[in-house]
């Protein structure tokens, strides 16, 4: 009976350790006009930064964030959405994560995720999350027009959120 106890433990503790792999995303400190960390440097931040400030005065801190890493997953654009979040005291996080390369890549093995991830995710509706991620992103992202996925991103969910200026870009 002992063993079989022990035995439990042991099996606990390790599964417990076997959680997520670490985001190896480093997350600077945020300066007071920081909204994008582009890690991958694969965007016009200038741009996009102008796109996020409408979104700002609207009442809302979302933050955009790329980046590159081996075993890339939306597991992982999750883990990383939510680290900017909480390091960055951010309402919204816009993630992409590609294997290394694979922002530019053009083959069909090429391995992205691009996920949109909220502080509390009733904030965001579900049906604003899919339809910006599994209908809207898609095919921008596939012609590796990676600030223009943002910029729709961002000007849908502005939209879905409250009114949107008209003037975002």
């Given at each position: 009976m002992r063993r079989a106890a022990w035995l439990v433990a042991v099996l606990a503790l390790a599964l417990g350790a076997c959680g997520e792999p670490e985001v190896p995303l480093q997350v600077p400190p945020r300066g007071a006009d920081d909204v994008v960390i582009d890690d991958a440097r694969i965007l016009d931040v200038d741009a996009l930064a102008r796109d996020l400030y409408a979104f700002r005065h609207?009442?809302?801190?979302?933050?955009?964030?790329?980046?590159?890493?081996?075993?890339?997953?939306?597991?992982?654009?999750?883990?990383?959405?939510r680290k900017v979040i909480e390091a960055w005291g951010a309402d919204l996080a816009i993630v992409a994560v590609a294997e290394p390369g694979d922002f530019r890549a053009t083959g069909s093995e090429r391995r992205r995720f691009f996920g949109l991830f909220a502080r509390d995710v009733r904030e965001v509706p579900r049906d604003v999350r899919e339809r910006?991620?599994?209908?809207?992103?898609?095919?921008?992202?596939?012609?590796?027009?990676?600030?223009?996925?943002?910029?729709?991103?961002?000007?849908?969910?502005?939209?879905?959120?409250?009114?949107?200026?008209?003037?975002?870009?």
């Open positions: 609207q009442g809302w801190d979302p933050v955009l964030v790329t980046f590159e890493a081996e075993g890339a997953s939306m597991g992982m654009a999750d883990r990383a959405g910006i991620v599994e209908e809207l992103v898609p095919p921008i992202a596939a012609r590796n027009d990676w600030t223009e996925a943002f910029h729709v991103a961002v000007t849908e969910l502005a939209g879905a959120l409250g009114e949107v200026d008209e003037d975002i870009r």
